[in-house]
């Protein structure tokens, strides 16, 4: 499912010897290059530093969505900041015997397509994109208006950039391990105790903790009477290795990221485990601590569930494991009421 194809040029002007049908096949061609996570080449002087400001890496991925990271210097130190939102590409239509992009625009997540796309991405825009092979890319980026607040340069940056490998390249169509490359929304989490059979929702709970840890500052004091409250949030995992958690507030403005990396257990043929770590690991390195196992309970089309053994303590002072159960629906689907409330009234004085 490609929905940047409907936002390709007009063909006019393309060699009448190429058929509609050949047209097609080279821009499929070019589609399926450019989707996948690109690491700028930090080696190489194409490496864009200007106003502070560092392209880190650009994903784009089947759904036509991408994940843009950026790290910016402020007196803090250095701060990685993402945008996300739809890619649109649009080929050049004055080529002579085969099929060129022209541009690719970033754009926000609402936005709408109209008869044409606009010169810009309202987020970035790619030109001069010369495809070296499967698995090289260089462009010109140009940043747009949404990123003036963190990235504001005036001139393009000239980028080179590496594709990563993808974890499952020969998962089989409608397997597990192509299911769950999409964006997915959480809207609930259960804990089941060892005496339990059924259990018990805390997903409000889980909501205010996520609230607590984004609003904390350095020092360690709250600002939670302040902080802008989380109303939903979604998971995107990615075919290269990525996971990226987006909390929105209630008019589903994005207010915080958390990035992280997963794969495959190693003995998992079926797709049905995987494991996550923060994105400052390496798989080689991890301990078990640092290693998230999940086991798929249920996957399909609209519905993930995925459950992960815990540990907690129990009244008596013991330690049991206990299991967590985690909802998902398609992220294109209607937001649930969310009936939590204020998350305050959830978090330890």
């Known amino acids: 499912m490609f929905l940047i194809l409907a936002a390709c040029s007009s063909n006019a002007g393309v060699d009448p010897h190429l058929t509609q049908e050949e047209i097609l096949e080279q821009q499929l061609r070019q589609v399926n290059t450019i989707v996948g996570k690109w690491k700028i080449r930090r080696d190489s002087k194409s490496f864009a530093y200007t106003n502070s400001c560092q392209l880190v890496s650009i994903e784009f991925t089947e759904e036509g969505k991408f994940i843009l990271k950026l790290s910016y210097d402020d007196t803090d130190g250095s701060e990685e900041v993402y945008f996300r939102g739809l890619y649109f590409i649009a080929f050049n239509p004055d080529t002579t015997t085969e099929v060129s992009v022209d541009r690719v625009l970033l754009m926000t997540d609402d936005y709408t397509q109209g008869a044409s796309l606009p010169e810009t991405g309202q987020i970035a825009t790619l030109t001069d994109i010369s495809i070296e092979s499967d698995t090289g890319i260089a ?30 390249p020969d998962a089989p169509e409608g397997s597990n391990g192509q299911l769950l490359l999409r964006e997915w929304r959480l809207i609930d989490l259960t804990v089941t105790l060892p005496s339990e059979t059924e259990g018990s929702s805390v997903y409000c709970q889980f909501l205010a903790d996520q609230f607590a840890y984004y609003c904390l500052e350095e020092n360690g004091e709250s600002t939670t009477d302040t902080c802008v409250q989380p109303h939903t949030m979604t998971f995107t995992f990615t075919g290269y290795g990525t996971y990226l958690i987006t909390v929105f507030d209630i008019d589903l403005n ?96």
Not at 143 to 157: F, K, M, R, Y
Not at 287 to 304: K, N, V
């Open 139 to 168: 462009f010109d980026l140009s940043l747009g208006s949404a990123t003036d607040a963190v990235c504001n340069t005036q001139d393009p940056l000239s980028i080179q950039a590496a594709k990563e490998a993808e974890i499952a």
């Open 254 to 349: 994005p207010i915080d990221y958390m990035e992280g990396q997963w794969r495959w257990q190693p003995d998992s043929s079926s797709f049905d485990r995987f494991q996550v770590i923060d994105t400052e690991e390496d798989w080689t390195s991890a301990t078990a601590e640092d290693i998230q196992d999940l086991s798929i309970h249920r996957l399909s089309e609209d519905i993930f569930q995925v459950d992960e053994q815990s540990s907690m303590d129990a009244p008596d002072g013991s330690e049991v494991t206990v299991l967590l159960r985690y909802f998902f629906q398609t992220a294109d689907q209607p937001i649930p009421a969310n009936s939590c409330g204020d998350l305050n009234d959830y978090l330890e004085d």
